[in-house]
């Protein structure tokens, strides 16, 4: 505020150009003429903070309609109503109105404490299984079998690949009718 404050003044003197006030201060000249718009019509009074918080929302749900809402969460036991349900009695009642999507209805009764957000969950903690790090390329290889596709004949191939697992590179692809260890061997 303090900054805005002796923006104005400095412009009011008018000794340096608008621009380089504009510059020397950090803000765009679109900035600065929107200030001194400001000040011309409320003076110092507008240099107050203001909310860049809509004055009205015209989507938003109506009042009645959300209390209904609410009074349909609150009449079964246990809660067991949420937007799947309320939606289609909302419908059901009022054919000619607009009606909230079931995301709308979710909102309402999460914004009403009605609907508690769910326990985050732990994530499942990384397999045991050793990883092998290759420093360089053929320090290690990997043998697996790739899944299964059919062949023309109606049997399956399970192919086997032989890769570097440091470069990716696939050394070899065998293609197998049964994935047995003989056959990785």
Known sequence: MNEKIAFI????????????LCEYYGISRQTGYAIMGRYHQQGYECLVERTSRPLHSPSRIAGDLEALILHWRDKYPKNTWGAKKIRPQL??????????????????????????????????SEKHHPKYLAETCN??????YKGHFRLGNGKRCHPLTVCDAKSHYVLRIKGQYQERWMNVR
Do not use: C, H, M, Q
Not at 95 to 119: D, E, Q, W, Y
Not at 139 to 144: E, G
């Open 91 to 124: 419908v059901s009642s009022f054919p000619l109105r607009t009606i909230p999507s079931l995301t709308t209805i979710t909102n309402v009764l999460r914004r009403n404490g009605r609907i508690k957000p769910a326990k985050a969950r732990r994530r499942p």
């Open 9 to 20: 003044n400095e412009v009011l003197e008018d000794r340096y150009t608008f621009s380089s």
């Open 139 to 144: 320090d290690i290889w990997t043998v697996d």
